[in-house]
Nanobody, 130 residues
Framework: QVQLLESGGGLVQAGGSLRLSCAASGRSFTAYTMGWFRQAPGKEREFVAA????????YSAESVKGRFTISRDNAKNTLYLQMSDLKPEDTGVYYC???????????????????????WGQGTQVTVSS
């Protein structure tokens, strides 16, 4: 069992920055690929970024490359998403997710789909004003 709790969302002006955190509880966090997704009102959940269990490899959506950075601290069981140069189109609820079904497995394109993850947090709202 894995519990995920996001924090760090809020209201920010375009061009600003935010850092999201996702605290994980339960065993074996260090073995799981983790991901960030987001969902805007009326839209499907969208991939943002994924990170290998060791933190050595990452994979990001084209829309956030160069602006968002995913990272993790396995000693603290915490996943991060550093977001900079935020745009109004980045507005949405941001979710962290864990793939516990394939420990020590990572493949960027595979982990860019929501169905590759079996645990989800409750989400944190990010609103970017123009």
């Amino acid at each position: 069992q894995v519990q995920l709790l996001e924090s760090g969302g809020g209201l920010v002006q375009a061009g600003g920055s935010l850092r999201l955190s996702c605290a994980a509880s339960g065993r074996s966090f260090t073995a799981y690929t983790m991901g960030w997704f987001r969902q805007a009102p009326g839209k499907e959940r969208e991939f943002v970024a994924a990170i290998e269990w060791s933190g050595g490899n990452t994979y990001s959506a084209e829309s956030v490359k160069g602006r968002f950075t995913i990272s993790r601290d396995n000693a603290k069981n915490t996943l991060y998403l550093q977001m900079s140069d935020l745009k109004p189109e980045d507005t949405g609820v941001y979710y962290c997710a864990a793939d516990s079904t394939r420990p020590y497995y990572y493949y960027g394109p595979y982990h860019s789909t929501p169905t590759s993850y079996d645990y989800w947090g409750q989400g944190t709202q990010v609103t970017v004003s123009s």
